[in-house]
């Protein structure tokens, strides 16, 4: 039987970062501006400002590239572990 603290310990896998802030800052728009140019609402807005989102919305993410004139890579970035985390696929080779 397997320990209980293997079934419950989570690995760090890195973290997904949000970068519209600074996006916004960059084009001088503020969230109120891209809220009705994206038709999208305020909240939802506010929730990717300050990196609080906790699914994509792949539709919101087209607007917000569409509008901003940017690319997915300049509004959200994989940032990796700093910790020595092993990934499965090192050296996996496809059949």
Same mark, same amino acid.
């Given at each position: 039987?397997?320990? #209980?603290?293997?079934? +419950?310990? %989570?690995?760090?896998?890195? /973290?997904? $970062?949000?970068?519209?802030? =600074? &996006? ?9 501006? #891209?809220?009705?140019? +994206?038709? %999208?609402?305020?909240?939802? /807005?506010? $929730?990717?400002?300050?990196? =609080? &989102? ?42």
């Amino acid at each position: 039987m397997e320990k #209980l603290n293997e079934i +419950t310990t %989570t690995k760090d896998y890195g /973290i997904i $970062k949000i970068k519209l802030k =600074e &996006v916004l800052d960059e084009k001088s728009l503020t969230r109120y501006q #891209l809220a009705k140019l +994206t038709n %999208t609402r305020f909240e939802v /807005i506010n $929730k990717w400002y300050w990196g =609080e &989102v906790e699914r994509i919305d792949t539709d919101v993410l087209a607007r917000f590239c569409f509008v901003l004139n940017c690319n997915v890579s300049d509004l959200i970035e994989y940032e990796a572990s700093s910790r020595n985390v092993s990934n499965p696929l090192r050296g996996y080779r496809a059949p």
